[in-house]
Every structure is written in structure tokens, then in C-alpha cells.
């Protein structure tokens, strides 16, 4: 019981962390408490993935402490605060929200209840797997213990027993984390957890948007849609892996797109940030979703307000890729006078330009 106790506090703060950037924008655009906080603990990880990586590239030391331990404590204390002032203000205006979502509680009750078995299995369960060992917990060690070693993570390594030495030290930073709340004895237990909590995090605001969308019944059916595909229910599920969280971060990114896309609110850009920078570095894929993701939204909106969320890619590969920039003709099927999509489908219509390619935010 203590070693879930100080998991939990281990991805409060977190929270806490994310909250510091997600909080006042969710606010005045209008997002519900539950995708909120959702939203904040996956940005926390991004912000995680982020100094760890820093620390390591600039040859300071990358365990929780003496650095990285109370630079999170004091992000964490301030986004008490930013929660404390934002309970005592007057609530936000804005013009323009996303429609309501009433039922969207009963997709959040479905969420909780199809991925606590999957928590409580990775709880349960030691890591067993060469790849998730060697390719992310030993990496994790390592940078509990303190500095990026070279036999594991630089050239000097071998390729045939350290893998995928190209991928980001995102999940052995969470790794890293959750091993100095819980112990080294716990950590592989604790990390297992951390997967499907970030896969019910994006489904959580997966309810709310699709919910605002398509209806309370669509938002409602996204949870059991993901969690009983066959890898997720066997493998990426419950095994630390990247896979389901780069997806959970990577559909984040996509959902808040929707909703900028629909509302023409640019907060919505500023909330996709962090989950973008928490894609980018928990898997090289992420790169690939999120730079998609983007374009796809530039060519159906403003690609001037769309290149907020390209700034995530860019400032965050900056250290081993160059980024390119959006597409810049705006064409789509959203006219002056429409809030919500016609279709999820993103591609540009044929031919070109769409005759109503001034969005609804100008």
C-alpha cells in the first residue's frame, strides 16, 4: 500500500507540473475538469522527458537529484498555486466553446473501467521481456544512477545487445522517476502502470472531444474500441513500451487540432504543445504523428496559427533533426459561419483550394 501511495504521488506531480502550462488555457477555452487534469499528466511527462534529456545532452546529472528532482518540485508548486488562483477567480470568457457534452461522465466511467484491469495487471507484473528491458528499464537505471553512459546509450554501445539506440529518453526518464518514488525493488512494477495511464489519459480527452463531435455514444465507445485490440489487450498494454504511449500523446495532439479546428480557438494550439513534446520523446514515431497531425490541420486551417504547434517539433527535435516548416496553403471544408468539422477526415479536398478556406476564427 505505501508503494502505491508514493506511485500516486509520483503522478500527482506530474500533474502538477502540467498544469503550470495546461491549466489557465484549458480554463478560458473551456475544457472540463477530467480531460484537464488527463491533459496535465501527459504534458507533465513531456516536461519530464524534456530536462531529463537536457541534463544528459549538457553532462549534468540525471537522476531525480540534485537537479532535476527539485527543478520538477518547483514547477509542481506553481501549478498548485496556478490551480489555487484559478478556483478563486471569476471563470473565463470566451466567444466561442466547444458545444456541450452532457453525457461525457458515463465515457469517462467506461474509461476507468476498462483500463484498471490493465492497471492492476502491469502492477503484477516484473519485466520479463528482453526488449522492454534492454531498449527502455535498463536505460532508466542509468539515468537513475545518474549520467548518460556511453556502453549503453552512445556509440561505444553495442548494437547487438542495445537496440534502438536513436530513441528518446523519454520513458526511461519516466522510468527514472517512478523508480526514485518507489524504489529500485518497485520500479518495473510501477513503470508497467504508467502505460495504460497514459493510454487512459488520451481516452479521457478522447470522450470529451469526440463526445462534443459525434455524439455522447461515440465518445462513450473510443475506450473499449482501444483497449480491446489485440496488441494493446496482449502487449503494448501492460509491457513497458513506448508504443501506447507515443500513441496516447500523438492522438492527444490530433484531438486538440479538432478542436481548434472546429472552434477556431487558438488555446487549443497551446494545449496541443505539450502533449506534441510528450510524443516527440517518448518514441521516435512521434515525430511522425505529430509533424502529420499538423500538416494535415495547416492544409484545413490557418497555417500561421498552426505553426504554434509546429514550434513543439522544432524546439524539441532541435538536438538530432532539423524540422520543416508547415504547409501553407489554407484549404479546406470549414466556412465562415460552421464550428465543428463536416467529417474527422483531414485530407484536402480535390483540387485545390476549397472556395470556403477562410476559417471560422478569422
Known amino acids: 500500500m505505501t508503494d502505491l501511495l508514493r506511485l500516486a504521488a509520483a503522478d500527482l506531480a506530474l500533474v502538477l507540473v502540467g498544469a503550470v502550462q495546461v491549466w489557465p488555457v484549458a480554463r478560458r477555452v473551456g475544457l472540463p475538469l477530467p480531460p484537464r487534469v488527463a491533459l496535465c499528466f501527459i504534458t507533465g511527462v513531456g516536461v519530464l522527458a524534456v530536462l531529463s534529456t537536457l541534463l544528459g545532452v549538457a553532462g549534468l546529472p540525471t537522476g531525480v537529484l540534485p537537479v532535476l528532482g527539485p527543478a520538477l518540485a518547483a514547477a509542481a508548486l506553481a501549478g498548485l498555486i496556478v490551480i489555487a488562483r484559478d478556483r478563486r477567480g471569476p471563470p473565463a470568457r470566451q466567444t466561442r466553446r466547444p ?123 473510443i475506450a473499449p474500441a482501444l483497449f480491446t485490440a489485440t ?56 515525430l511522425l504523428f505529430v509533424a502529420a497531425a499538423d500538416s494535415s490541420a495547416a492544409s484545413d486551417g490557418d497555417p500561421s496559427g498552426s505553426a504554434t504547434c509546429c514550434t513543439a517539433p522544432a524546439w524539441c527535435c532541435a538536438t538530432w533533426r532539423p524540422t520543416g516548416r508547415c504547409p501553407t496553403p489554407p484549404t479546406g471544408r470549414f466556412s465562415r459561419h460552421c464550428r465543428r468539422p463536416r467529417s474527422l477526415c483531414w485530407c484536402p479536398p480535390a483540387g485545390g483550394r476549397s472556395s470556403s478556406s477562410a476559417g471560422p476564427w478569422r
Open 231 to 286: 496488441d494493446v489487450g496482449r502487449h503494448t498494454g501492460v509491457l513497458f513500451f513506448a508504443d501506447l504511449p507515443v500513441a496516447a500523446a500523438a492522438l492527444t495532439v490530433i484531438l486538440l487540432l479538432l478542436s481548434w479546428l472546429a472552434t477556431g480557438g487558438r488555446g487549443w494550439l497551446l494545449l496541443a504543445f505539450g502533449p506534441a513534446v510528450a510524443a516527440l520523446y517518448l518514441k521516435t514515431e512521434g
Open 99 to 221: 458545444r456541450p457534452a452532457p453525457y461525457a461522465w458515463v465515457g469517462y466511467v467506461v474509461v476507468a473501467a476498462v483500463a484498471a484491469p490493465f492497471v492492476v495487471t502491469a502492477w503484477r507484473l516484473p519485466v520479463s521481456s528482453n526488449d522492454e528491458y534492454m531498449m527502455w528499464a535498463l536505460r532508466g537505471r542509468m539515468l537513475a544512477a545518474g549520467h548518460l553512459d556511453p556502453l549503453v546509450f552512445g556509440g561505444a554501445a553495442n548494437p547487438l545487445t542495445y537496440q534502438s539506440r536513436e530513441y528518446p529518453l523519454g520513458l526511461p526518464a519516466l522510468f527514472s522517476w517512478v523508480q526514485r518514488w518507489v524504489g529500485a525493488d518497485t520500479a518495473e512494477y510501477g513503470a508497467h502502470v504508467q502505460v495504460p495511464l497514459l493510454g487512459a489519459a488520451a481516452l479521457v480527452v478522447a470522450v470529451w472531444t469526440i463526445s462534443t463531435m459525434s455524439g455522447w455514444l461515440a465518445g462513450i465507445l
